[in-house]
């Protein structure tokens, strides 16, 4: 019978299945000859079952990690690759993964193996072994049991798990704006008579380097050196960190810094203050300069920062009313009592400042600016009223409150000078007499008030009188302009007519002068034809008397001269004495009744000149 052909190629095919069981387990068959393959990321932790030949068969007592061969866990371990001669017999290999510590993280390192920890410690030492990858390192320069001050940054390692437990902790993260206050777990003891926080010490990368802390000689518990704003790689077991804001210093305000850690610092105030010691900045003590506005890194454990205002603080001494800063708020209306005995109630606000230079020796004196209040000013100028008032009446109080007012303001800026502060102002608010005064003084503003009224309203009638006498002269304004418009033309005509009349005047004057003038010269002409005729008339009648006798020539030109006249020869009533036989006695009847004649002539016609008033009171003769 002729075999089957499938099952013939089934049959030759059979060196199939041992090449197919030797792909599937080669790694045993490998590691059945000694060979053994680490894949990568992985190492390969070497345990030594025995010793057949050697000293070192066995580990010393208390040690856990083989370093010259014996029997046990090997410091050393095998990276990624092929290994040869690690018969399956004798060595147990176990692959375990990189440890990997994930970004943000951390390793915390306890060792199982090492020199035991001593000097009081609980870190071990930092040896440098390649962040722990090097056991053999590690135990060999001197590394210690149990955990490690040195911490593995993120990444991944070849750590031998057998000597290394390696816990994965969150870095440190501080905010901006904050501050970390540092308390270390392992460092020299601090003395405890006088200090309360560790000095800083240089070099140690913001506490990230435990080792070199411990090397320069770092102290055991509170820090006085902070972190500042970032991230750290620090160590929870070496120490632990409390974020706290930064202090800070508002505007219009000065920090005085009071340091408890430090050595003591020599007093800069002199012997003019006596009331506490101020010291140089970074020494125990109420430091001499005070912080300007802003954010500062100070340890609030190990120094406290005291605000002071230094621009104007008001306090008020009222009930219900505080500022907002409420350092008044414990203050209360001051209830005074006056002279005559009545007690009333005062509201006083009060404005202090206090200079930034000062700002020190005000909190060295008083601990902050709330002592001052309570421990001063209250006292002050509370006594200072209740003083003033008994020394006056409440209505004297009351009517004289700018001056007492200003008093004050005196007496409490030199009192408050001793302590380093300045009075800027004392102002006196709400007085509360009695009742019974209160009305007195109401009746008394009343009646004043209504003595104003009544004076305004007299001057409101005066001027309302003043305003209808004002619309009466408006309303007769039109003609009154124009009576003095008449009156001005009426002026001013006279005035023409004057200087008319005065120039016809001096027309007149000028002409008569000039006829004047004329008549003289005509009146000289005449007067020296007269003046000849008569000297040639004189002549002739000088001769002629000559001729005869002068009595006769005289009656002979009588007679002439009154045929010619028309004048009565013969009188009507004569007078005389005895005919002269010269003739002369009737030549003086004649004369005499001549000047009779003239005389009666010249009366009569004065008398028809004078006007009727002047004959009428002319006197009787």
Not at 377 to 386: A, D, K
Not at 588 to 609: C, I
């Amino acid at each position: 019978m002729e075999p089957n052909p499938v099952v013939s190629f089934l049959i030759s095919l059979w060196w199939l299945i041992p090449l197919a069981l030797l792909i599937v387990g080669y790694k045993q068959v490998l590691r059945a000859f000694g060979v053994i393959i680490i894949p990568k990321d992985t190492l390969g932790e070497v345990n030594k079952k025995f010793v057949i030949f050697g000293s070192h068969r066995t580990l010393p007592d208390g040690e856990i990690i083989a370093l010259q061969g014996e029997a046990g866990v090997q410091a050393d371990t095998l990276a990624p690759g092929v290994h040869y001669f690690l018969w399956p017999w004798q060595y147990d290999i176990k692959k375990e993964s990189f440890f990997t510590v994930n970004r943000g993280h951390i390793g915390c390192v306890e060792s199982r193996d090492g020199t035991p920890i001593s000097g009081g410690r609980v870190l071990g030492k930092d040896v440098p072994c390649d962040s722990f990858q090097n056991a053999r390192v590690f135990l060999t320069n001197g590394g210690e049991r149990g955990s490690q001050i040195a911490v593995i940054p993120p990444g991944a390692y070849r750590i031998n798990k057998a000597l290394f437990a390696v816990t994965e902790v969150p870095v440190k993260d501080i905010d901006d704006n904050m501050v970390g206050i540092v308390t270390t777990k392992e460092g020299a003891p601090l003395d405890s008579k006088k200090d309360i926080a560790g000095k800083e010490i240089p070099g140690h990368n913001m506490y990230q380097n435990g080792q070199i802390f411990l090397t320069n000689g770092g102290y055991k518990g509170l820090q006085e050196q902070v972190m500042l704003a970032g991230r750290y790689f620090l160590n929870p077991l070496f120490a632990t960190v409390e974020t706290k804001s930064m202090t800070e210093v508002p505007m219009a305000h000065a920090g005085v810094v009071i340091s408890f850690v430090g050595e003591p610092g020599e007093d800069l105030t002199g012997d003019t203050f006596q009331h506490g010691n101020l010291v140089a900045t970074g020494k125990k003590g109420v430091w001499a300069e005070p912080l300007d506005p802003g954010k500062y890194p100070i340890n609030p454990l190990t120094h406290k920062v005291e605000s002071v205002p230094t621009s104007n603080i008001v306090l008020n001494w009222a009930n219900d009313k505080s500022e907002a800063h409420k350092l008044d708020a414990h203050l209360s209306t001051i209830t005074v009592r006056s002279a005559d005995g009545f007690p009333y109630n005062l509201d006083v606000s009060q404005i202090i400042h206090i200079p930034r230079v000062d700002a020190p020796k005000v909190i060295a004196r008083f601990g902050n600016v709330a002592n001052l209040v309570t421990q001063v000013l209250e006292p002050t100028i509370g006594n200072y009223f209740r003083n003033a008032a008994q020394d006056s009446g409440v209505m004297d109080f009351l009517s004289h409150r700018e001056q007492k007012q200003q008093d004050a303001k005196k007496k409490i800026a030199e009192a408050l000078r001793e302590y380093n502060v300045v009075a800027v102002d004392t102002l006196i608010g709400d007085i509360n007499p009695p009742k019974e005064l209160m009305k007195t003084l109401t009746d008394r503003k009343i009646a004043e008030q209504e003595k104003v009224t009544y004076e305004t309203q007299r001057m409101a009638e005066e001027m309302r009188k003043e305003l209808q006498q004002a619309t009466a002269q408006a309303n007769t304004q039109a003609r009154v302009v124009d009576a003095e418009r008449t009156v001005q033309i009426a002026d001013f005509t006279a005035q023409a007519a004057v200087k008319t009349a005065e120039g016809m005047a001096k027309s007149k004057t000028i002409n008569a002068e000039a006829d004047a003038h004329v008549t003289q010269v005509n009146g000289d002409a005449e007067a020296g034809k007269i003046k000849a005729i008569g000297t040639a008339e004189a002549d002739v009648i000088k001769l002629k008397i000559d001729s005869m006798e002068s009595g006769n020539f005289a009656a002979i030109e009588v007679a002439k001269h009154l045929s010619t006249s028309g004048f009565k020869l013969v009188p009507e009533i004569v007078a005389g004495g005895s005919n002269g036989a010269d003739g002369s006695n009737l030549v003086s009847v004649l004369l005499g009744n001549l000047v009779h004649d003239q005389m009666t002539s010249k009366t009569n016609n004065k008398v028809a000149e004078t006007p009727a008033n002047v004959v009428a009171h002319a006197p009787v003769s």
